[in-house]
């Protein structure tokens, strides 16, 4: 007797007991921060990397008030290297409104008629049933008709500022930044995830930047805790809303 092995039950095992873990973080408490010392600002914060090309520096430069250092009492406080802090503002304000009609009709007819083809048709009804005849050979019709509406009203409005830092410093001097804020209001944990590539010309002298400026741009506003998983379809559901096919 041979016992054959599925996979199908582990894995769906293996799928319950992560969603299982993933909320046991908050059972009958708070949501948990996330360490600060694992993200990828606070290693860039600890090794800012060798520089691209060394430059030679003077002592006098740290005493000088014309010195182009960030420590100077005249130098630019922007964010320029892996490791600086800059400002993030986003004010999303959108609205659209899409809406389509589509209309289409068509009919068509074919008639096919052979009452003398060399007498063909006579010979023919003599041996057809009792008022056949195949004088009209042929008699379609066709007519079909579609049509479809849709209509797309979209609004968001989202005014967020947080604090990113410069993670890399890509060869073409453009600034890799990540930023993360996490705000704990009772059992309910708020989230918010940026990360994107700026240019250092585009950084205002405030040391802020807009996500308009900002390339491949990533926004992430959510959380987790009770509300959220109440909120949320359970993972049979949601697993059941994939495999059914109606």
Known sequence: MTMKFSPVKPLLLGVLLLGACARMDHLGKAPSFTPANESPEHVAMLYQGLPAQSQARRTVDGASLWSGSQQSLLGDRRAMKRGDILTVVIEIDEEAQISNDTQRSRS????????????????LDKNLPEGATSADAVDLGSSSSSGGTGTVKRSEKLELRVAATVVDV????????SGTQEL???????ELLVTGYVRPQDISRQNE???DKIAQARVSYGGRGQITDVQQPRYGQQLLDVILPF
């Open 108 to 123: 068509s007819s074919e008639s096919l008629n052979m009452p003398q083809l060399l007498g063909l048709p006579q010979r």
């Open 170 to 177: 890509l060869p073409n001097g453009v600034l890799a930044i």
């Open 184 to 190: 704990r209001v009772n059992f309910e944990l708020r």
């Open 209 to 211: 930047i807009t996500y």
